[in-house]
């Protein structure tokens, strides 16, 4: 009873942790702060609540003089859109010129800033955080393991920098995506298709996810339904799920097809190129030796991005489809995650947080690797978070989640020796880089002639890792599909 009565206050403690460090980190800056005329996100999400409250939604995706699209134009999913226009009237309550037409735009007072960081933690507790305790209790019984597996995921370093810091809401859509995961994987799959719309109709990176889903549900009705007038029922009854979430997200916008439409082009946006900035996947990198974005068009090149993508996620999605299991999903939603982020078109260096999230959903046994790539996910968003002055909040989360990392290996519930010595040097070798490469960016002055050589050396060091981390969970799953083989041969 006393061990149970300490596991009780260790999970306890891991929650208010987790919200002590999210107010911790907002209490720095945010994107944009101080940098008019656009500022940055935190006036983009500001603005959206001022649109979305003032203005009909057939109003909301088109220029007009309420609404200058070219001054943070909403370009997120419906479901974005009803938060905001919540937010907006929570805010327009609390105080009208929070969100006053067209004269709140970059109003940064105090008051205006505890209330926009109030919107973000909210939604993390109302979101994220039971999704991350629903899931760890869905996964062990033990209490212990509870603790360290909802840590994990609520301690994400770049998940916390960038909603509490920079300044954005991706907890709300990795919590819907995960409260998908875990329906799907207690075998309500209609309910589990709802809620992926919705992750889905929140933001649209969320496609990063699209495919597992989809074959995973696939597989399902396929290979676990005795006979196949039950499968062609299974996947009718989804595919009503899905269609009837879809249209009543979308139902102010179905009015015409040319509102559809634009809705949809503010969505995918394919004229702003491959990818932006300094993002650490491989087109950026090729981009060093390689001019595809002068050499060829925007259809020809997202056309070859498509083929790249898929040709990396065939392998995880051929095994997940003949082995739908739990275990083949998660390691589905990683490989095809990463895949996405590393080879797609029109990447954003936030979209690593899609593949982390998963990362943290993966099995105890590979908890090195998941500490490893949350500090790698981190790192490779360092110039866009030195460029919003995020850098202490980026030092002080990385810190505790390897502390964090640290102290469950140490009680083993998150088992670092099950690595090999080899693995576990090169994982303290990597580290030293990483430190080694901010330590260079902090104190050398770059050549004239390569302004941008650090940003760029930790584009290519990031991208090293992540590629190795593709390959390095391709192969785990391909072992774990060979292992459930033999168990269902030996059945």
Aim: glycine share 6%; hydrophobic share 50%.
């Amino acid at each position: 009873k006393m061990a149970e009565q300490q596991h009780k206050l260790d999970f306890v403690l891991s929650i208010c942790v987790s919200l002590a460090l999210r107010c911790a980190v907002g209490l720095g800056g945010y994107s944009g702060k101080g940098v008019s005329p656009m500022h940055g996100d935190f006036e983009a999400q500001r603005h959206w609540m001022e649109i979305t409250y003032h203005l009909p939604p057939s109003e909301w995706y088109w220029n007009s003089t309420s609404n200058n699209l070219t001054y943070w134009g909403l370009d997120y999913p419906p479901l974005t859109a009803y938060g905001s226009w919540l937010c907006g009237a929570i805010g327009h309550q609390i105080n009208p010129s929070f969100v006053a037409l067209g004269t709140s735009q970059g109003v940064e007072s105090d008051e205006l800033t505890l209330f926009m960081r109030m919107t973000v933690l909210v939604s993390d507790l109302v979101v994220l955080f039971p999704a991350a305790i629903v899931f760890a209790k869905h996964v062990s019984s033990n209490l212990a393991r509870q603790t360290a597996i909802a840590t994990l995921i609520l301690l994400q370093p770049g998940l916390l920098v960038i909603d509490h810091g920079h300044f954005q809401y991706n907890g709300v859509s990795l919590g819907l995506s995960l409260w998908a995961i875990i329906l799907v994987t207690q075998e309500k799959d209609l309910l589990g298709g709802v809620f992926f719309c919705l992750a889905l109709n929140y933001k649209q990176m969320c496609l990063y996810y699209a495919l597992p889903f989809f074959v995973y549900l696939l597989g399902k009705a396929i290979w676990k339904q005795p006979t196949w007038a039950k499968t062609f029922l299974r996947i009718s009854c989804l595919g009503i799920c899905v269609i009837a979430a879809f249209a009543l997200c979308w139902l102010p916008f179905l009015y015409s097809v040319e509102s559809a439409t634009q809705v949809l082009r503010r969505l995918f946006p394919f004229s702003r190129g491959l990818f932006e900035d300094k993002v650490s996947n491989f087109w950026c990198v090729l981009d060093v030796v390689i001019k595809l974005r002068k050499m060829f068009e925007i259809p020809e090149v997202a056309f070859l991005s498509l083929v790249t993508t898929l040709t990396a996620c065939i392998p995880s999605l051929l095994m997940l489809f003949l082995r739908p299991s739990k275990t083949q999903f998660l390691f589905t939603l990683v490989n095809c995650s990463l895949s996405f982020f590393l080879f797609s078109f029109q990447v954003h260096e936030k979209s690593i947080l899609l593949p982390a999230l998963v990362v943290s959903l993966l099995p105890e046994s590979l908890g090195l690797s998941v500490v490893w790539f949350q500090l790698v996910a981190a790192f490779s968003m360092t110039p866009l978070l030195l460029k919003d002055g995020q850098m202490i909040g980026y030092i002080g989360c990385c810190l505790v989640y390897f502390c964090v990392g640290a102290l469950l290996s140490s009680t083993q519930i998150v088992d670092f020796s099950k690595h090999s010595k080899f693995i576990q040097l090169v994982f303290v070798g990597s580290l030293i880089g990483i430190v080694s490469l901010h330590a260079l960016w902090s104190f050398v002055e770059p050549p004239e002639s390569k302004p941008h050589i650090f940003p760029l050396l930790i584009c290519v060091y990031s991208f090293a890792h992540l590629m190795l981390f593709l390959v390095y969970y391709h192969w785990k799953q391909y072992l774990s599909y060979s292992e459930e083989r033999k168990t269902i041969k030996v059945d």
